[in-house]
C-alpha cells in the first residue's frame, strides 16, 4: 500500500486530488471492464455522493464464472480490487452496463414469447404450397 507523508500538507492535498479525479484504464483493461459491464458484472457508486464537484466513481468488477468465464479472459488486478475510475470512463462504463440490461432483458422477453412446440413439431413440408393442401404425389 502506498504510505504518504502527513508532514506536509500539501502533499496530502495533491495525493486527496488525484483520488478525486479517478484513474483511466488503458484501452486493454478499460475494453475488458466494459464487457464485464455489458454483461452487468461491475459494481459502480459514486466515489462522495455529496459532493457535485466530484464526478468519480468506485468500481468493483466481480469475476466471472462458468461458461463466460472460458471465454472472456480478465486482468487478475482488475478482479483484487476496488479502482476510482475517471468521471468520463465511468459514465462510459455505466451506459454500457445499461445497454447490456437492456439488450439481455429484451433477449429474454422474445424468448418468453417463443414458441418452440409448433416450431419442431409442425413443420411445413417443403413440397406444400399451404398449409391446408396435401402433399403433392410427384
Known amino acids: 500500500m502506498k504510505s504518504i507523508k502527513v508532514t506536509d500538507v500539501g502533499t496530502i492535498k495533491n495525493e486527496l486530488n488525484k483520488y478525486k479525479k479517478g484513474k483511466k484504464f ?6 475488458q471492464v466494459a464487457r ?12 462522495d455522493p455529496e459532493d457535485n464537484q466530484n464526478l ?9 464464472e462458468g461458461l463466460p ?4 479472459e480478465t486482468d487478475e488486478e482488475l478482479l483484487s480490487q476496488i479502482h476510482i ?6 459514465q462510459y462504463l455505466a451506459e454500457i452496463m445499461r445497454d447490456g ?3 439481455r432483458a429484451h433477449e429474454l422477453e422474445i424468448l418468453n414469447q417463443r414458441d418452440f ?3 419442431k413439431f409442425f413443420k411445413q413440408d417443403a413440397n ?7 402433399p403433392s404425389a410427384n
Open 26 to 31: 488503458g484501452i486493454g483493461q478499460f475494453n
Open 36 to 47: 464485464l459491464a455489458w454483461m452487468g458484472k461491475i459494481v459502480m457508486s459514486p466515489l
Open 56 to 64: 468519480a466513481w468506485l468500481l468493483h468488477v466481480q469475476p466471472l
Open 69 to 72: 468465464a472460458s471465454f472472456i
Open 85 to 90: 475510475v475517471d468521471a468520463e470512463q465511468g
Open 101 to 103: 440490461l437492456t439488450q
Open 117 to 119: 412446440y409448433f416450431g
Open 128 to 134: 406444400q404450397t399451404s398449409a391446408g393442401e396435401a
